[in-house]
């Protein structure tokens, strides 16, 4: 079979796959992919695969589902994801949900980018968080939030209200570091800095 015709059947095939409503995808990440969307357009051509999802996309990724009105999946084995309009992340295994115009994931490096607002809802933690950037290293736990960055957090003596102009959050250990602008407001003290 030349390349033609292996490209045409594993078009025919993707689409077959694509009309039952999800196509479950397995790469080099080893996750499970599946996606569903109300409009579907594939591209199969050797080095330009891409999938794109309109009208309602939902693509999930292990426990992550991922939903916006638009979302293209793309390079070898769908290794970005990168979605637009009313984007939704929610994390049931980390009880972790995002919510942003936009977003850029990398599925081999666990790596979420979100260039513009961005708004985080941390249950495990008792967290609420927001900035104009994010970028999330999904396998540390660490998130970094840039411009206009706020966070709170919940504790036994009130709301702790952090803010700064760029906010390191290490989910696992539980800590903030601060810098630019820096301020904290917690039991009816400020604490400012340009870095805590």
Known sequence: MNNKARTIVGFLLALVALATGAMPLAGATSQKIT?????TKAVMKEGRESIILTQGAVVQVGEIVFEAETIELSGKDSRYL???????????????????????YDRELELILIDGWVDILDLENEVIASGAYLSYDQALGIMKLQIAAKLLHHTESGAMVC?????SYDRANMTLALKGNSSIY????????SSI
């Open 163 to 167: 803010r700064a102009d760029s906010i």
């Open 35 to 39: 996606f569903k969307g109300g409009y």
């Open 82 to 104: 990168t979605g637009t309009e009313k984007v939704r992340i929610v994390d049931s295994g980390r009880g972790l949900t995002i919510e942003a115009t936009s977003l850029t």
């Open 186 to 193: 917690w039991k009816g003290d400020v604490y400012e800095s």
